[in-house]
């Protein structure tokens, strides 16, 4: 979550960070990786992040969180902004391809001044269904993905780069994530003069919005590697500037990729499943299987479904300067309510009366009643945890980790059998 407060014309903005205590909560790794320059970054628990808000001074409020970790915010932030004339804009959306769980987690995140959708596609998409159940849809507002950019690809490298990007959770299983890795090392020795690519999302003991069971690294070790294959972290972008040819299941890497018009492959071998999202792609040319990637088959990606996808390079036909003002848009919605004398109150579409059954226990996880104020014992410290309680705290979250990775595969395993 983050939160910005006007400082002066020449200082510019402020930025303010709110990490929320999780499973998921970015590591210093992570945060580097992504670019995130905070003027003053923190940790906190919701009751703590609410508790700010009520406290201090902002204009623009970004969360970026989950569906329900949005609509406990969103129900917090109503209630300790109860009765103000002015409160600040609430900014949020999804980042990458929204291919499951479209009107859950539409829903969970109506209420927010500003629910950004990265595509023409997607605003269509996100409208139908805040307008399909009766609630109000002026908040979806067309922008693009969030991280494009990079130089648009000229012409192949040397050696010929071949990256596969992993997602933590797609696939799920240890014999289709097996499968994928043995694809690629045979790949890798079939083609000796290619370098081939495995691009990991996070190292072992990070987490993602995604839990990831089966790390790739971990299935690598027992596979004998040849000399051309190796494995890499950090930025996609860094990545793509030697890129010859993408691969992925679903990644939202994929688009980054068709962006910068490098070849890019959304595989089949495992089917073309709603569970597996790769369903995303169907119509943009760029489905294939291994073995027709081994054959030398290189997709030639459908214009039209590029430009829905708001992705267009700069200096294609579909796209000609779009990207540069794709956030012109929400800049304008942001800077109008800024300047009115005040905002209505916060409403989102999910209350005690519209899902009685439903909003209590997500508001519950993140210590919040139904009415969006704090529970009794809900943890809210004033001041930052002592060391003994630093180190209780990652221990916890390694063993939780720990579960994850290696205790709940094995319980798995043995419930198989």
Same mark, same amino acid.
């Given at each position: 979550?983050?939160? %910005? *407060?006007?400082?002066?014309?020449? /200082?510019? #903005?402020? !930025?303010? =960070?709110?990490?929320?205590? &999780?499973?998921?909560? @970015?590591?210093?790794?992570?945060?580097?990786?992504?670019?995130?320059?905070?003027?003053?970054?923190?940790?906190?628990?919701?009751?703590?992040?609410?508790?700010?808000?009520?406290?201090?001074?902002?204009?623009?409020?970004?969360?970026?969180?989950?569906?329900?970790?949005?609509?406990?915010?969103?129900?917090?932030?109503?209630?300790?902004?109860?009765?103000?004339?002015?409160?600040?804009?609430?900014?949020?959306?999804?980042?990458?391809?929204?291919?499951?769980?479209?009107?859950?987690?539409?829903?969970?995140?109506?209420?927010?001044?500003?629910?950004?959708?990265?595509?023409?596609?997607?605003?269509?998409?996100?409208?139908?269904?805040?307008?399909?159940?009766?609630?109000? %849809? *002026?908040?979806?507002?067309?922008? /693009?993905? #969030?991280? !494009?950019? =990079?130089?648009?690809?000229? &012409?192949?490298?040397? @050696?010929?780069?071949?990256?596969?990007?992993?997602?933590?959770?797609?696939?799920?299983?240890?014999?289709?994530?097996?499968?994928?890795?043995?694809?690629?090392?045979?790949?890798?020795?079939?083609?000796?003069?290619?370098?081939?690519?495995?691009?990991?999302?996070?190292?072992?003991?990070?987490?993602?919005?995604?839990?990831?069971?089966?790390?790739?690294?971990?299935?690598?070790?027992?596979?004998?590697?040849?000399?051309?294959?190796?494995?890499?972290?950090?930025?996609?972008?860094?990545?793509?500037?030697?890129?010859?040819?993408?691969?992925?299941?679903?990644?939202?890497?994929?688009?980054?990729?068709?962006?910068?018009?490098?070849?890019?492959?959304?595989?089949?071998?495992?089917?073309?499943?709603?569970?597996?999202?790769?369903?995303?792609?169907? =119509?943009?040319?760029?489905?294939?299987?291994?073995?027709?990637?081994?054959?030398?088959?290189?997709?030639?990606?459908?214009?039209?479904?590029?430009?829905?996808?708001?992705?267009?390079?700069?200096?294609?036909?579909?796209?000609?300067?779009?990207?540069?003002?794709?956030?012109?848009?929400?800049?304008?919605?942001?800077?109008?309510?800024?300047?009115?004398?005040?905002?209505?109150?916060?409403?989102?579409?999910?209350?005690?009366?519209?899902?009685?059954?439903?909003?209590?226990?997500?508001?519950?996880?993140?210590?919040?009643?139904?009415?969006?104020?704090?529970?009794?014992?809900?943890?809210?410290?004033?001041?930052?945890?002592?060391?003994?309680?630093?180190?209780?705290?990652?221990?916890?979250?390694?063993?939780?980790?720990?579960?994850?990775?290696?205790?709940?595969?094995?319980?798995?395993?043995?419930?198989?059998?």
């Amino acid at each position: 979550m983050e939160a %910005a *407060s006007r400082d002066d014309a020449q /200082a510019g #903005p402020a !930025l303010s =960070g709110f990490l929320l205590r &999780g499973r998921a909560t @970015p590591t210093p790794r992570q945060l580097e990786e992504v670019g995130v320059r905070a003027d003053s970054l923190r940790e906190v628990t919701a009751v703590e992040f609410l508790r700010a808000m009520a406290e201090e001074e902002y204009d623009v409020v970004v969360i970026a969180l989950v569906g329900g970790g949005v609509q406990a915010m969103l129900h917090g932030l109503g209630r300790v902004w109860e009765g103000r004339e002015k409160r600040p804009v609430i900014v949020t959306g999804y980042v990458g391809v929204v291919y499951e769980k479209l009107a859950d987690g539409l829903l969970l995140r109506h209420g927010a001044d500003l629910v950004l959708a990265n595509s023409r596609q997607d605003a269509e998409r996100f409208r139908a269904v805040y307008e399909g159940v009766g609630a109000d %849809a *002026s908040s979806v507002t067309e922008v /693009a993905l #969030p991280f !494009l950019g =990079g130089a648009p690809y000229t &012409g192949e490298h040397d @050696p010929y780069t071949v990256v596969f990007a992993a997602q933590p959770s797609v696939p799920d299983s240890r014999k289709d994530r097996t499968y994928l890795l043995d694809r690629l090392v045979r790949h890798a020795r079939t083609h000796p003069d290619r370098e081939v690519v495995l691009k990991l999302r996070s190292k072992p003991g990070e987490h993602t919005t995604h839990l990831e069971e089966l790390p790739y690294q971990k299935l690598a070790q027992r596979t004998g590697l040849p000399p051309n294959f190796r494995l890499v972290y950090g930025h996609m972008g860094e990545v793509l500037d030697r890129t010859d040819l993408l691969v992925t299941v679903s990644s939202t890497a994929a688009l980054e990729s068709l962006h910068r018009r490098i070849p890019t492959v959304v595989l089949t071998d495992l089917g073309v499943r709603e569970v597996l999202g790769n369903h995303h792609f169907v =119509g943009s040319g760029c489905l294939a299987s291994w073995d027709q990637l081994d054959a030398g088959h290189r997709p030639a990606p459908d214009e039209e479904w590029v430009a829905r996808q708001g992705v267009a390079a700069a200096d294609s036909p579909s796209g000609a300067g779009s990207y540069a003002h794709a956030f012109d848009a929400a800049r304008e919605r942001i800077a109008k309510l800024l300047a009115a004398p005040e905002l209505p109150p916060l409403t989102p579409y999910y209350t005690p009366a519209t899902a009685p059954g439903y909003l209590p226990g997500i508001l519950a996880r993140h210590h919040l009643g139904p009415d969006g104020s704090p529970l009794p014992g809900a943890p809210a410290a004033d001041k930052e945890p002592g060391p003994v309680r630093q180190i209780v705290r990652r221990a916890a979250r390694g063993a939780y980790r720990h579960g994850v990775q290696r205790v709940a595969p094995v319980i798995r395993r043995m419930g198989e059998l």
